[in-house]
T-cell receptor, first 111, second 114 residues
């Protein structure tokens, strides 16, 4: 059974800093890995999807990597802004199955 | 991407009653999923709902407690039956994209059971 762990659980950094969020998973037969952000009282917004054959994906200031052999993924946020404050969730997918989520990293960007 | 709406957005219910949550998608999708997010926790998959077949439930979730309907390719309902305070959670539906299997989520239904 897939298990997903996210470190750190919480992070507070000044505006403008680059930062890395970490995600690890136990089953390397992962089909894809997806990063989401969740704002208080709202649903999930998909940020990036990395398929198992890919090593990384980029969208604007966000870059996500996937290393299946080590069971790790990272989300890199460049030049952080207060609007980036949210909970970031990592989730591993088994293809036709649903997603297995980590507990998330609660990120605060200080103005 | 898909646009997903859920009704109700929130509700407060009494112990022992049932609530049906609706999920509507703006395009036809084969697979829909229902998740639960308990307070302070991450999301847990309840079941997978395919049109024209019985829903597939994850370990720890049973059909009598969480019956699901999937009458067509754009709509699904999840019922939370005989509710207790432990059922207080956010319930979210999601759909899977075509070839990439990317998942998109609805805004969620915040349920409080008193």
């Amino acid at each position: 059974k897939q298990e997903v762990t996210q470190i750190p659980a919480a992070l507070s950094v000044p505006e403008g800093e680059n930062l890395v969020l970490n995600c690890s998973f136990t089953d390397s037969a992962i089909y894809n890995l997806q990063w989401f952000r969740q704002d208080p009282g709202k649903g999930l917004t998909s940020l990036l999807l990395i398929q198992s054959s890919q090593r990384e994906q980029t969208s604007g200031r966000l870059n996500a990597s996937l290393d299946k052999s080590s069971g790790r993924s990272t989300l890199y946020i460049a030049a952080s802004q207060p609007g980036d404050s949210a909970t970031y969730l990592c989730a591993g997918g088994g293809g036709a199955d649903g997603l297995t989520f980590g507990k998330g990293t609660h990120l605060i960007i200080q103005p | 991407s898909a646009v997903i709406s859920q009704k109700p957005s929130r509700d407060i219910c009494q112990r022992g009653t049932s609530l049906t949550i609706q999920c509507q998608v703006d395009s036809q999708v084969t697979m829909m999923f229902w998740y639960r997010q308990q307070p302070g926790q991450s999301l847990t998959l309840i079941a997978t709902a395919n049109q024209g077949s019985e829903a597939t439930y994850e370990s720890g979730f049973v059909i009598d407690k969480f019956p699901i309907s999937r009458p067509n390719l754009t709509f699904s309902t999840l019922t939370v039956s005989n509710m207790s305070p432990e059922d207080s959670s956010i319930y979210l539906c999601s759909v899977r994209g075509g070839t990439t299997y990317e998942q998109y989520f609805g805004p969620g239904t915040r349920l409080t059971v008193t």
